[in-house]
């Protein structure tokens, strides 16, 4: 079993930046294409940003420019920077992974809110 634990939310004014943390405990080694997803209050969840199975990065275009993804293999940890944050990109943030062939593989934790307000 895997477990994620999302960190690093809060409320910041428009135009700020927050790092998000999530730590991979159990078997990671069943898991890859670790990425974020969201979820806005009556919206679907989406994903913002992830690795592939093969290294490379995908991000969805509502980010581009503005957030990186990174990762420390030594400390289980995806990051993701956030910058430029708009009122648009409140939600819940989540991660995930690939896990026994599904993306997202793993249930979903409880998320850590980011507030984007003046």
């Known amino acids: 079993q895997v477990q994620l634990v999302e960190s690093g939310g809060g409320l910041v004014q428009p135009g700020g930046s927050l790092r998000l943390s999530c730590v991979a405990s159990?078997?990671?080694?069943?898991?890859?294409?670790m990425g974020w997803y969201r979820q806005a209050p009556g919206k679907r969840r989406e994903l913002v940003a992830a690795?592939?199975?093969?290294?490379?990065?995908n991000y969805a275009d509502s980010v581009k420019g503005r957030f990186t993804i990174s990762r420390d293999n030594a400390k289980n940890t995806v990051y993701l920077q956030m910058n430029k944050l708009k009122p648009e990109d409140t939600a819940v943030y989540y991660c995930?992974?690939?896990?026994?062939?599904?993306?997202?593989?793993?249930?979903w934790g409880q998320g850590t809110q980011v507030t984007v307000s003046s």
């Open positions: 995930n992974a690939k896990y026994r062939g599904l993306l997202p593989g793993l249930d």
């Open positions: 159990g078997s990671i080694f069943s898991i890859n294409a």
């Open positions: 690795f592939t199975s093969g290294g490379s990065i």
